[in-house]
């Protein structure tokens, strides 16, 4: 099997493109103009850019000149770009704290707005489960297709590792072990850092970001939600030298509320598999260690992933993989074990940022344009689960936070605790 | 500092050397034969067997023949053993099911015995915590020096470890993984193997050894015990599959209740500094990772200990270090930091089998024959602690057990729970 190949038929729909509104794209900063817009730049047949929402006016007028946008129209209220009829889909990109009211605002409004299909929001999609079941709950009334930034799921070494597994190339997992350094969270702060992030009620922090999206990638790799977990989160860093511009220490400290540590164990429910996770906060980064290690080990096999950044999602891997591929088939059921092989895949100039984003937006043009004639998926992609084809929904979101905040129950209880949750 | 150098004096005593009655040293089998007697071999004006006990009387005669004991006298029964006055010290070198009875029957009957001043016994003292709790006290009341193999702490790479940390070459210590591989509780069983290994209730476990050693080890680099801790035990492969001489899989498969899995995370009690720990059991081993990993990292630098096999205490090891080293200066009251530096830390032909035992022998003998003019210690070693100097003792065994049974009690209640003991 081969999920990293597009399918053979032609994925240049017939149809119209599907026509975005983008909430929070500028020409001039932020993250959607370094990830979003190139991945839709490069699907000019399957999207368009038809409106845009910024805090102002001019943020969109400037970045509808700047970008070439000509069939987008700019605005600055909610209200009126969710009553646009000329919008299929809808992308939120805005800083996590302001996604809530956003949304919310949106699905109220867009009630009457035959054409809206499609919502595509970053992830954490709330700052808490309070928020982000609220948004879940809206958007299925609604009835809306969602679609979530958990696009660690498209990375092409997430997605070679699931298929190693899922064929039995590396037998039965029997021990996992994490080991994440994920940003901001150190001795210093750089000056122009928004303060949101060091802020615990935020909803921004290696919990959120680092863990979230690291551990939706075990479970999507390793096709199984955890069991039983216990957390213990850290602040030790109470405080943080603020940097200048040019990296240099001034004399001012500032508060830090935002976890700095977060140790986490637990056994997956599919082969009570024991998990352990580290997730470092700051610099200095590791000497001796990559910044970030997922190391899975099987009864007939290892495989690893490693990057230079704690972020599994949004930075370049390299994936190790000892085991035995199966000959002669492409499924576990048939075919007889081979010899011990190695790889190592590695795609040199993959730009993760914008190659995971892209990967989504194509997974949501291959399901609206119904580009494979094999596609199993139903018509309404409530939860992707684990399965290869599709692409991340807000219920998987949702999924993702209920673990989440288990493990700030497990360490404000001090208890081991058991997860559940509905997955239909 | 150097504590890997012995001190610049003779080390050769002008008294005679220490008399040692050994139990459980067979020339034909068995952990002493290769491990405490060529230490003791290696130093002969500083110990001398004069007398052995074995469960018969011929493995003790053919011992003495075969390995030349001149001075050596035979016994088969701990009561004439341990009345013998020819003996200062006893060493016991047995397996741990066996430890408590022989090691009481010891003290009870060596009481009117003027000579015995050193007991010395192999980890992990007894097969839970209300045996070493006896063995503690009755070592207590008899009056005896008592020496524990936790010889871990005597490896130069631990030495050479601890003597970085404690002079600030990597700063505050900020987070730790360990990640270690313990044998013996994998998917097959050696049929030759004893079956005790196997059985949860013998005190050899995952537990008392790849765990009990390597995280006496931590707490002793980093100077600290742990405040706060979380377990989580596995048994994941109740059968194994018996396997023959020759290494090949026999059709019987075996009961195992000892655990194949650890998953422990705390926080030290200096630093509040989190530590995440897996301990895996058995085969097959790990492709992409060195089967004992021990990261350290500083605000400073970081320390990374590796080694082959998931036993630090008895297998050679590399220690990568980078950070600052003081300039000019030996501690780090005094000297200017220096430019980061790197340090790789091997020593080829280590045999660290004998090699960590041996200092423990040599510690012993420093310590009676008081061969440091400068030495620290008091005239009797209660716990060594921290201490570079000295060796590890009854007291620390029992430190080292009472976070064991922690461990286990965190497994059983499902909750993070707090380590404190007496430590005087």
Redesign the interface.
Known sequence: MNNNKRSYVSTVPKASPLRVGFIGLSAYKGWAIKSHYPAIQQLPSQFQITALLNKDIETSLATIKKLKLTKATAFDDVPSFASYTNVDMVVISVNVPELYNIIMELLENSKANPNLKYIYSEWSLGKNIEEAEAIHKAAKDRGVQTIISLQGRKSPYIVRAKELVSEGCIGKI??I?I?ANGGWYG?ERPIKSPKYLYDAASGVSLLSVAFGHTIDILQYITASYFS?I?A?I?N?IPHQVLVDEHGKKTNEKVEKTAPD?L?????LSH????????F?GGT?V????KNLMI?I?G????L?LEGDAGFAEMSNLVL?F?GQKMEGSVDTSAGSPGAETMEVYHLRNYNSVVGNILRIYEAIADFHFKTNPHTKLPPKLERQGFLFEGFPTFKDALIVHQLIQRVVD?NQQ????PVSFETV
């Open positions: 029997n021990s072990e080991a001795y039983e216990n213990m850290f030790n540590h140790l986490f164990q637990g056994s082969g009570n598999v024991p998990v352990s996770c580290s470092k200095p590791k000497k001796f260690s190391d080990h009864t007939k096999g290892d690893k190790y000892c497990s001090k208890a081991t605790l």
